[in-house]
C-alpha cells in the first residue's frame, strides 16, 4: 500500500493559551472550582506545556463553556463533516487523484456521533460516487489514524478497492467538560480540534514522494483501560485522563517497535524519522527518555502540539505532513499513535 496524498483541516479561529486563561476566570465554571483546580487551570494555560495556541469551532472562547448535551452534539455534528471534507478535499488535491476514483471512505472519530455517520456527509460534500463504500469508526480516540489506515489496507489488499480515503477528524471542543478532576481540567487546556486525511492505493503516486506502508502491528493493554478513556456523564463526553498516561505510552511505544522491527527484519539503526502522535509535552519527553530520542526526532508532533494543541487522532497526519513539507531525508520511517484502550499502533513506512 502507498500513501499518495495528505491533506490536514483546522478550525479558521486560533486562540492563544493565554486568551484562555482570561476567558475562564470571567465564567460561572471557575467560580464553583476548588483553589486547587484554579491553580491547575492556570498553570496549564500559562506554563510552559508545549502549547501555545489552538484551532477551535468556536466563534469566541466564551462558548467553550456552554456546556450542555444538546450544544455539545450540534457543534460536532457542524463542524465535523465540514473539516473532514477540507482535509479530504486537500488530500485528493495532493494525490492529484480524482474523487470519482475514490472506491472506499473511512472515517474514524470518538468526539461525537451522528447517524447516518459522518462518511454520509462526507460522501455528499465531497461529490463521491454513490456506491462508494463507506465505513465509519468509533471508540479508537487518539489512536485511531492507523487502525483506520490499516482497514484501508485490507480493503486495496482484497482487490475490492483499488484508492481509499482515509480521514479522522475530532471537534474535541465538543468533548469538553469542568470539574474538580485534574484529568479533566488538563484535558480541557490541552485539547484542539481538527481533520486529516490521506489517499491510499496499491500504486505509487509518480508525482509525489514514494510513501509505501510496510508493515503495522497494534498492541491492546486492556488493563490500564481506566488510565485513559471517554465516560458519559449527564449526558456528556468526560474525559479520562491519568498522570501514568505519558509513562504508558512510553512503555508500550517501546515494546510495539521492538516487536515491529523484529517481525520486519529492519534494525532500529534504519530507521530515519519519526512521526509520533502529538499527545502532550510529558507524553513526547517520555518517549524520548524511553527510547533515546533526541528533541529532533520529535520536533513534528512538538510542531503540531505547540500550533494546533492535541487533535486526538489527526495529530499523526499533520505530523507527516510537516516531515513531508521539510523534505525530510528518504528511508524507513516509524509512525505511531496511541491512546484509549490503552492501545499503541505503529507502521513501517518506506519513504523515497
Known amino acids: 500500500m502507498f500513501i499518495t496524498g495528505i491533506g490536514t483541516a483546522a478550525p479558521r479561529q486560533r486562540y492563544k493559551q493565554s486568551e484562555g486563561w482570561e476567558t475562564v476566570q470571567q465564567t460561572v465554571q471557575f467560580t464553583q472550582l476548588t483553589s486547587r483546580s484554579k491553580a491547575i487551570l492556570r498553570k496549564v ?8 495556541t489552538r484551532h477551535l469551532a468556536l466563534s469566541s472562547l466564551h462558548e467553550a463553556f456552554e456546556i450542555n448535551p444538546d450544544i455539545l452534539h450540534q457543534r460536532f455534528a457542524r463542524h465535523a463533516p465540514q473539516l473532514a471534507a477540507e482535509a479530504a478535499e486537500e488530500a485528493l488535491k495532493n494525490s492529484q487523484t480524482d474523487r470519482r476514483e475514490i472506491d472506499a471512505v473511512i472515517i474514524s472519530t470518538c468526539t461525537g456521533y451522528i447517524c447516518p455517520g459522518l462518511t454520509s456527509y462526507v460522501s ?5 460516487k454513490p456506491d462508494v463504500f463507506a ?3 468509533v471508540g479508537q480516540g487518539c489512536g485511531a489514524a492507523l487502525p483506520n ?3 484501508g489496507e485490507a480493503l486495496l489488499a482484497s482487490g475490492r478497492s483499488r484508492r481509499v480515503l482515509s480521514i479522522c477528524v475530532e471537534v474535541c471542543s465538543a468533548a469538553m467538560f469542568i470539574d ?7 484535558s480541557a487546556c490541552l485539547f484542539g ?8 492505493s496499491n500504486e505509487p503516486n509518480p508525482n509525489n514522494r ?3 506502508w510496510k508493515v503495522c502491528n497494534t498492541m491492546l493493554a486492556a488493563k490500564d483501560r481506566e488510565f485513559l478513556r471517554f465516560e458519559m456523564v449527564h449526558g456528556m463526553l468526560r474525559n479520562v485522563l491519568r498522570p501514568e498516561v505519558p509513562m504508558l505510552a512510553a512503555e508500550n511505544a517501546d515494546k510495539l517497535l521492538r516487536e515491529t522491527l523484529a517481525r520486519a527484519g529492519v534494525t532500529r539503526g534504519e530507521i530515519k524519522n519519526w512521526i509520533w502522535h502529538a499527545g502532550g509535552r510529558d507524553v513526547l519527553l517520555a518517549l524520548q527518555e524511553k527510547l533515546g530520542l533526541s528533541t529532533m ?17 489527526p495529530c499523526v497526519y499533520f505530523a507527516l505532513q510537516n516531515a513531508l513539507a521539510e523534505q525530510a531525508g528518504g528511508g524507513v520511517w516509524w509512525m505511531c499513535s496511541f491512546g484509549a484502550g490503552f492501545s499503541c499502533h505503529g507502521a513501517l513506512l518506506e519513504v523515497s
Open 210 to 212: 514514494r510513501i509505501e
Open 124 to 128: 455528499e460534500k465531497l461529490g463521491l
Open 45 to 52: 494555560l500559562t506554563g510552559n506545556n508545549g502549547v501555545e
Open 180 to 186: 474538580d478532576d485534574p484529568g479533566v481540567l488538563i
Open 135 to 137: 465505513l465509519d469508526l
Open 149 to 151: 489506515m490499516r482497514a
Open 193 to 200: 480540534d481538527g481533520s486529516g486525511a490521506a489517499v491510499l
Open 297 to 313: 526526532d520529535t520536533r513534528w508532533s512538538a510542531e503540531v502540539l505547540r500550533e494546533y494543541g492535541n487533535m486526538s487522532s
